[in-house]
Each structure stands twice: as structure tokens, then as C-alpha cells.
């Protein structure tokens, strides 16, 4: 929300004849008195139009001049500022400087009117003057600091709230002002205390309680920030970001449900606030709702284009196998910031999961380089040395991937598949525990620990993990074949269920080899050799490198009494794995 409030300054000329001023004349005509008291007016008794009028007719009537007509045009000026004719209103104030050189008022008010027309340099210059005439002018300090933070100029803008606060420390929007800019500083604490400060001059302004609770969620404070955000919102109902920023506060503090329908309700009331887009569509990307995170991003870029807008687009792209939209996104947030590791790593992912290895390779590379502690790409390099069976030059990526961010589950997920490739089932499940320390419902560790489980036949454990994973994703197909092969093939037991959990695993998935081989080791056990053998069928067509298929359906024929096939599958399931036969009969299955 922007700070500025215009404190506009206005002279009064009805005082100034009351007072007997330089007027040339003693008592001035009711019409004119009656014009000038309403040019004059701060008290809201006239509209603002018919100020402007007063203002005409007595600068128009020739009854005065010197440094009261320079008194009219300022507040001639101010009165149209206020009606937002902006250029009128920069006219009005010069007239009033070249009538009196030394007004401070007008200089500080054709500063609020450069301000407000984006001319943060000129209305600097202004305020400088101003200051120069009226060295304790305390507004005159706190506009200045504002233009100055327009600029980016933080420390400028506190040296200026300081300066103010010195001349009133009873002026709130100074220690707003203050605040803010120590925020954009990134001096989360100094921000906190001055935004307080300012509350306790003035509790019921729902800017401050908005810019407080910014602050909150900087200093990880998530609790205090939506106490924050709600007295905003109590005090004004109807602005969208301090409902959008509560989305914040409780999206980090793990209600994603609420947090999405707090920037649902800013989107209502205003479809185009393009923060609140851009975190629904990070909360959908969260929690896998990949659709409707595209189609807020692409909304978001319709707004206004952006290098992370095609990044988080490019990411839920990816996870749903559009993988030639992903990269193509991707490559665009490349192009709209070069100097952004993330669309890099983010790209280099997307190629990895359409299988150009090489090209990924060169894209985390390039983001290394970038940043050389981007723990992403190290990642993004450990994943490739996984692919390639490399389990050590793997691990050493992770570990330098943990060493920069230890709090990712995901890199302690990777190594420990890479301590599995090891041999070293003690590592890798103790980073599994990790994992799962970090994130309890994370799927994917629980399906990797119940792999190491199974090679350390602890066949009860991994089942188990396999059902805590389902009963969090009851549509994981790997979680659910998993299960089903563990009953099957380890376990020889609760067959209908291991049945119902393969035909979930098939329908979900079903061009993946192993779900249709899952369901025919099944079908063996079951004795319903027909079944076996064309559940084996799909899976040779889908995966003929895999032995195990081969040999799989080798048995179901042996069982149908087609010999002749048998022992052609028998063959060409040996040559791929000559030891077959031994895994095999540890499953139960055996000529």
C-alpha cells in the first residue's frame, strides 16, 4: 500500500485582513470578502469547486497583489491540486513563487503536486527550498523522505523521517514513513518498532497495521502478522491487500485452505491485483493443483509479464508432462532475466523429465555460474548423476546442496537414494527420517523408505509406509503398485486388497510397465494364469528390457500348458538377466 497522504498547506487570507494586511484598501467589498473567505476554506464548509471559484474572482478582481496575491495563488493551487488538475495546480504555485521568492508554502505544495505527478525530482528541489526558508518545517522533511523512498533512496528518506520526528514525535506518519523504508532496507527489526510507534500516535490507521504486519512476516512472526492484517481489515473491510496479505500469514503458517480463499476474496474484489494472483498461483503449485495454478499465472502475465510468472507457469507446466510448454515458458522468464539462476534450474528439471540430459546438464550448469551456491542446480546436477548410476558423484552433489539449504526435503530425499545405489541403507534411511522430520506428509520419501525397507526385507515396515503415503495421496499410483506388489511378492497375503490397489495403480497409470507386472504377480498367486499372462503382455510391449516380464509371462504359459512359448520367453528373459530365475523363485513364482 502506498504511504503518502498529501498534507496540503493553505494560508489564510480572511486572518490576513482581519490582521490589516497590505491590501490597498480598508474595507473590501462584501462580494470580495466573500470570494476570498471561501478561497481560503479549511474547514470544508464549500466544495471544493466553489473554493476554486472564490479563488478566480479574487484573483481576478485586481483588488490585491504583492505577497497576498502570491497567498492566493497558493491556495488557489492547492484547491485544484485537490481536484486533481495537477498541471493547473504546478501553475497556480509558480505564480505564487514569482510573487514572493520567499513563501515556504509554496514551495512545499508545488512539491506535493511534482510528487503526485511522478516527479520525484523536482518535488525534492521544492522541499529543499522549502527547508532552506523554513528550517524546522516538519512536513517539508517527511514528504521529502517520501520522494526520496519513490527513488529508492532509503537511507536519504530515515535521514529525513529522523529530522521530522525530531521537529514532532507525535507525527505518525513520519514513524510510518521510517518504517517502511527500513523495511525496503531490510532492517525487519528497526521496521517492527518504528510501525508500533506510529500505532501508538494513531491505532486506527489500517495502513500501519498493514506495513506492521509486513514486517511480521519478514521476521517469520506469522501469528503476530495476521493479528496485524485483521485490525487492517477491521478497520477497512473492503481492501484487497490487506485480505491478500493475511493469505500471506496464514500460508506460512500451514493453512493453505484459508490462504487461498483470503486471496480469492482480494480477487473478487479486485480481479487484477496481481499480488494476490501470484501467491493463489504459488499455493496451487504447492499443493500439486497444477491447472489452477496455470491458469492464474496466465492471468498474472496478461497483467503484467514476468520473469517468475513464466517460472512458476513453466513449473506446473513440467509437473503435469507438458514438458515442450514448460520448457518453452521457461526459456521466456530466461529471456526476461538473464541474470535469474531459477529459470535456468527450473528448465534444466523440465528437461530432465523429458529425458535431454545433456541439456540439463548445460542449463544447471549455467545457473551455477550465476550463482555459484544455488542449491537447486546442485541438486538439479546430483539428479543426473542418479540417472546415470554415478551414486557417489551424486551424493557429493547433494551434499553440497544440504550444506547450503538444510532445510529441503528434497536434497535429503535424493541422497539417500543415492546412499541406496550405495549399498549404505543406514545413511539413506537416516535421511529419509530427515526428510519426513521436515515434511511429514512428504510422499515421495515415504515411498523411498519403504524401498529400502523391502531390501532389508522388512517387508511389514515398507508396507506400512507404502499405506501412509496412500492414505496422503490416495491417487500415487507408485505408492499404490508398491503396496500391491509387496503383498504379492513378499508378503503372500490380503490378495483382494493388493487386487484393488493394482487396478487403482493401472487406471491411473496405465502405460507404466511395472504397475501392469504388479497386478500379474497377483494374478499368479491367485492361480488366474489368463489374467497373469495378459497383464505380462502389456508390460513386454510397454518395457521389453525388462526381464522380469519376460519371465513372468514365461510362467503364466508354462501354467496354460503353451510350452513352445514358454521357453521362447524363458530365453529371451535369461539373456537380459541370466539370475532371473533365482529373483523369481524368492517371489514364489518358479517353473
Known amino acids: 500500500m502506498p504511504i503518502r497522504s498529501f498534507a496540503f498547506a493553505r494560508v489564510s487570507l480572511v486572518a490576513l485582513l482581519l490582521a490589516g494586511s497590505s491590501i490597498a484598501f480598508a474595507d473590501p467589498p462584501a462580494d470580495l470578502k466573500e470570494a476570498m473567505t471561501r478561497c481560503a476554506d479549511t474547514s470544508n464548509t464549500y466544495t471544493l469547486e466553489a473554493q476554486l471559484a472564490g479563488c478566480q474572482a479574487a484573483i481576478s478582481s485586481g483588488s490585491v497583489s504583492g505577497n497576498d496575491l502570491a497567498d492566493m495563488y497558493t491556495d488557489r493551487g492547492v484547491v485544484q491540486h485537490q481536484l486533481r488538475d495537477v498541471p493547473s495546480a504546478i501553475a497556480s504555485l509558480n505564480e505564487a513563487i514569482r510573487l514572493n521568492p520567499d513563501l515556504a508554502i509554496a514551495f512545499y505544495d508545488r512539491g506535493l503536486a511534482y510528487d503526485d505527478a511522478g516527479d520525484e525530482q523536482r518535488a525534492i528541489a521544492d522541499y529543499d527550498q522549502a527547508i532552506r526558508l523554513k528550517p524546522d518545517y516538519e512536513k517539508a522533511f517527511v514528504h521529502r523522505g517520501y520522494a526520496y523512498e519513490a527513488q529508492g533512496d532509503h537511507q536519504r528518506a530515515i535521514a529525513d523521517y529522523d529530522a521530522a520526528i525530531r521537529l514532532d514525535a507525535r507525527d505518525a506518519s513520519a514513524f510510518l514513513g521510517k518504517g517502511k523504508a527500513?523495511?525496503?532496507?531490510?532492517?525487519?527489526?528497526?521496521?517492527?518498532?518504528?510501525?508500533?510507534?506510529?500505532?501508538?500516535?494513531?491505532?486506527?490507521?489500517?495502513?500501519?497495521?498493514?506495513?506492521?504486519?509486513?514486517?511480521?512476516?519478514?521476521?517469520?512472526?506469522?501469528?503476530?502478522?495476521?493479528?496485524?492484517?485483521?485490525?487492517?481489515?477491521?478497520?477497512?473491510?473492503?481492501?484487497?491487500?490487506?485480505?491478500?496479505?493475511?493469505?500471506?500469514?496464514?500460508?506460512?503458517?500451514?493453512?493453505?485452505?484459508?490462504?487461498?480463499?483470503?486471496?480469492?476474496?482480494?480477487?473478487?474484489?479486485?480481479?487484477?491485483?496481481?499480488?494476490?494472483?501470484?501467491?493463489?498461483?504459488?499455493?496451487?503449485?504447492?499443493?500439486?493443483?497444477?491447472?489452477?495454478?496455470?491458469?492464474?499465472?496466465?492471468?498474472?502475465?496478461?497483467?503484467?509479464?514476468?520473469?517468475?510468472?513464466?517460472?512458476?507457469?513453466?513449473?506446473?507446466?513440467?509437473?503435469?508432462?507438458?514438458?515442450?510448454?514448460?520448457?518453452?515458458?521457461?526459456?521466456?522468464?530466461?529471456?526476461?532475466?538473464?541474470?535469474?539462476?531459477?529459470?535456468?534450474?527450473?528448465?534444466?528439471?523440465?528437461?530432465?523429465?523429458?529425458?535431454?540430459?545433456?541439456?540439463?546438464?548445460?542449463?544447471?550448469?549455467?545457473?551455477?555460474?550465476?550463482?555459484?551456491?544455488?542449491?537447486?542446480?546442485?541438486?538439479?546436477?546430483?539428479?543426473?548423476?542418479?540417472?546415470?548410476?554415478?551414486?557417489?558423484?551424486?551424493?557429493?552433489?547433494?551434499?553440497?546442496?544440504?550444506?547450503?539449504?538444510?532445510?529441503?526435503?528434497?536434497?535429503?530425499?535424493?541422497?539417500?537414494?543415492?546412499?541406496?545405489?550405495?549399498?549404505?541403507?543406514?545413511?539413506?534411511?537416516?535421511?529419509?527420517?530427515?526428510?519426513?522430520?521436515?515434511?511429514?506428509?512428504?510422499?515421495?520419501?515415504?515411498?523411498?523408505?519403504?524401498?529400502?525397507?523391502?531390501?532389508?526385507?522388512?517387508?511389514?515396515?515398507?508396507?506400512?509406509?507404502?499405506?501412509?503415503?496412500?492414505?496422503?495421496?490416495?491417487?500415487?499410483?507408485?505408492?499404490?503398485?508398491?503396496?500391491?506388489?509387496?503383498?504379492?511378492a513378499f508378503l503372500d497375503a490380503e490378495f483382494d486388497r493388493a487386487v484393488s490397489e493394482c487396478d487403482k495403480a493401472v487406471q491411473l497409470a496405465p502405460d507404466n510397465a511395472d504397475h501392469h507386472g504388479s497386478r500379474a504377480m497377483i494374478a499368479m498367486k491367485q492361480k488366474r494364469y489368463e489374467d497373469a499372462w495378459t497383464d505380462y503382455n502389456v508390460a513386454v510391449n510397454l518395457d521389453p528390457k525388462s526381464a522380469g516380464h519376460w519371465y513372468g509371462r514365461a510362467m503364466a504359459e508354462l501354467k496354460l500348458g503353451r510350452a513352445a512359448d514358454a521357453k521362447a520367453d524363458l530365453d529371451r528373459a535369461k539373456a537380459l538377466d541370466p539370475k532371473i530365475a533365482d529373483t523369481y523363485a524368492t517371489y514364489g513364482v518358479k517353473p
Open 182 to 488: 527500513e523495511f525496503e532496507s531490510r532492517d525487519y527489526n528497526s521496521a517492527y518498532f518504528d510501525l508500533t510507534h506510529s500505532l501508538d500516535i494513531d491505532v486506527k490507521n489500517a495502513d500501519v497495521w498493514n506495513e506492521r504486519g509486513r514486517a511480521d512476516v519478514a521476521l517469520k512472526d506469522y501469528k503476530e502478522a495476521k493479528f496485524s492484517f485483521e485490525q487492517a481489515m477491521q478497520l477497512d473491510p473492503s481492501d484487497p491487500v490487506y485480505i491478500s496479505n493475511r493469505g500471506v500469514a496464514n500460508d506460512r503458517l500451514g493453512d493453505s485452505r484459508q490462504a487461498i480463499a483470503d486471496y480469492s476474496e482480494a480477487l473478487r474484489i479486485k480481479p487484477d491485483l496481481a499480488d494476490a494472483l501470484d501467491h493463489r498461483a504459488d499455493a496451487y503449485n504447492r499443493q500439486g493443483d497444477y491447472e489452477q495454478a496455470i491458469a492464474d499465472y496466465g492471468k498474472l502475465i496478461g497483467l503484467q509479464p514476468s520473469a517468475a510468472a513464466y517460472v512458476g507457469r513453466g513449473f506446473a507446466y513440467n509437473r503435469l508432462h507438458g514438458h515442450d510448454r514448460a520448457t518453452a515458458d521457461l526459456t521466456k522468464a530466461a529471456e526476461l532475466d538473464p541474470k535469474d539462476p531459477e529459470a535456468l534450474f527450473e528448465r534444466g528439471d523440465a528437461y530432465v523429465d523429458s529425458e535431454n540430459y545433456d541439456a540439463a546438464a548445460a542449463d544447471y550448469q549455467a545457473a551455477l555460474k550465476l550463482d555459484p551456491k544455488s542449491a537447486s542446480a546442485l541438486n538439479g546436477l546430483g539428479r543426473l548423476k542418479l540417472h546415470s548410476r554415478d551414486f557417489e558423484a551424486a551424493r557429493a552433489y547433494f551434499d553440497q546442496a544440504i550444506e547450503i539449504e538444510a532445510t529441503e526435503p528434497a536434497y535429503f530425499s535424493n541422497r539417500a537414494l543415492a546412499y541406496r545405489g550405495l549399498k549404505d541403507t543406514g545413511h539413506a534411511l537416516a535421511d529419509y527420517k530427515t526428510a519426513l522430520q521436515l515434511k511429514p506428509d512428504y510422499v515421495s520419501a515415504l515411498r523411498g523408505r519403504g524401498f529400502v525397507y523391502v531390501d532389508l526385507s522388512r517387508y511389514a515396515d515398507a508396507l506400512a509406509d507404502f499405506e501412509q503415503a496412500i492414505r496422503i495421496k490416495p491417487d500415487d499410483a507408485s505408492a499404490l503398485n508398491s503396496a500391491c506388489w509387496t503383498r504379492a
